[in-house]
Structures are given as C-alpha cells and as structure tokens.
C-alpha cells in the first residue's frame, strides 16, 4: 500500500526554525507533485508550498521568503525547511502527493500524510 510518513515537528519559539520530511513508500511508479498542507484550529486546511518532478515551486504568500521546500526523488521525500517562525504558522502540517502506484489498486491518487503539528510559541 502507498503511504506517506511525516517526521519533524515539534514546539519552537517565535523566530526559531523546524524543518519537517515526508517519506513515500509502497508500490509506487511515479510521483508528481508532493506539497505540504497546514490546517490551524477553527480553519480550513490550506497549501503551504508544492514542488513539481521537475522541481518548480509554488509558495503561500504567508510563507514566501521564509520557508522552502524541496524533494529527492530517488528517496521518494519532500521537505519543508521553516524559518522565521510565527505563532500563526502553528497549526498541524500534512504531507500530500499524488502518486502512480498501487493504493487498493492501481492507478494515480492523492495521498496524505497522517499529519504533525508544529507550535510555534511567543
């Protein structure tokens, strides 16, 4: 079964910096664009940063400049480096991917991650 795996969240103060992976595995013959999600209490998840196969990039406005994501295709991984950190980037963060492989079948689906949260404190 294709599943992502994140790692790399945790408290930091106000300005501080985390950075956060995602791991792709099972039976998978391609990814296309992996991107990191983040949904804050009482709102509705929404894009942090994508990244194509071929490593083009879109940011949120909120985050440009601070933060930066980028993949290793051949570790089938995509990382969110954060700095500057504000207290209103805490929210829980999700990994998504759209993925060629085998899910309960094959064929390409979106795939998330099961979630970490990031807190930043002031």
């Given at each position: ?47 942090v940063a994508a990244i194509t196969g071929d490593g083009s990039t879109n940011y ?63």
């Open positions: 079964q294709v599943q992502l795996v994140e790692s790399g969240g945790g408290l930091v103060q106000a300005g501080g910096s985390l950075r956060l992976s995602c791991l792709a595995s099972g039976r998978i013959l391609n990814i296309n664009v992996m991107g990191w999600y983040r949904q804050a209490p009482g709102k509705q998840r929404e894009l949120a406005d909120s985050v440009k400049g601070r933060f930066t994501i980028s993949r290793e295709n051949a570790k089938k991984t995509v990382t969110l480096q954060m700095h500057s950190l504000k207290t209103e980037d805490t929210a829980v963060y999700y990994c998504n991917a759209e993925i060629s492989g085998y899910g309960s079948r094959w064929g390409t689906y979106a795939y998330w991650g099961q979630g970490t949260q990031v807190t930043v404190s002031s």
